[in-house]
């Protein structure tokens, strides 16, 4: 199932860059970017539990690709930053492809020296039937998103003035990527700079929707956190208020 994610990713956003650079079709280039910012976080943590063999819980393995991407991943372009180099579009697309690539290779070295390797895209589970066995996960996600589409409606500012200093700092980076200064907070400057060099959201709209919404995440760790600790236990609604803490 990697081997495939990553195989659609990125031939999905190969197509979607041509697109955006020949006719200004930005939409694939979000959608497929998003996925593609993910793949080094996917990609690293299916590697580690390749080779370690290590078996945790669904919400821990969610947890380590958040942590990977909004830290390891940042503070390697941070490195390299430091090192004078420009992380201007091409760079960017191009560290980030080695981010993702290596891990897949890897796994491959491994899957070979074991003969074990082949390609499955088999579901023993349909959507449908995954989508009742957790419709308390999907209650849960639906009210955050509710609460965050009113919050959207009825406050069209970033909540924070704070944000527009952070603001400032990523879009000054975005324009001039070997300007010095990426404010108090160099990680999340480049973090928020690279994802949108990647995928072509504006810098406010990363602040005002995509942050939030990403927060959702949140929300289906919590899940199966509780899922894992008591399996038998139905996780009832009233638990997943917990998530909006």
Known sequence: LVYFVNLVTIAGYGIAFLLDRSFGIVFPRQLFG???FLLPAINSVALLK???RIRLPNSIWLLLIIVFTVTILPLLLYFIYLRG????????????????VLP?????????REQRYRL????QIGLKDRLLRHRSLVWALGAYFLVIAINFILYRFIPEA???????HVEQFIQNSNAEGVGSRPLFTILMASFA???KIAPYALFKYLIPLGLGTLVIVNYFFLLNHDPKQKVDG???IESFQ
């Open 50 to 52: 390749k080779f370690f």
């Open 197 to 199: 060099i990647i995928t």
């Open 120 to 123: 499955t895209l088999s579901t």
């Open 85 to 100: 180099t420009s992380l201007a579009e091409s760079r960017v697309i191009y560290y980030l492809s080695i981010c993702s």
């Open 34 to 36: 998003s996925i593609f």
């Open 238 to 240: 009233i638990y997943m």
């Open 104 to 112: 897949i290779v890897l796994m491959h070295i491994k899957d070979l």
């Open 162 to 168: 704070d944000g527009y200093n952070y603001l400032k």
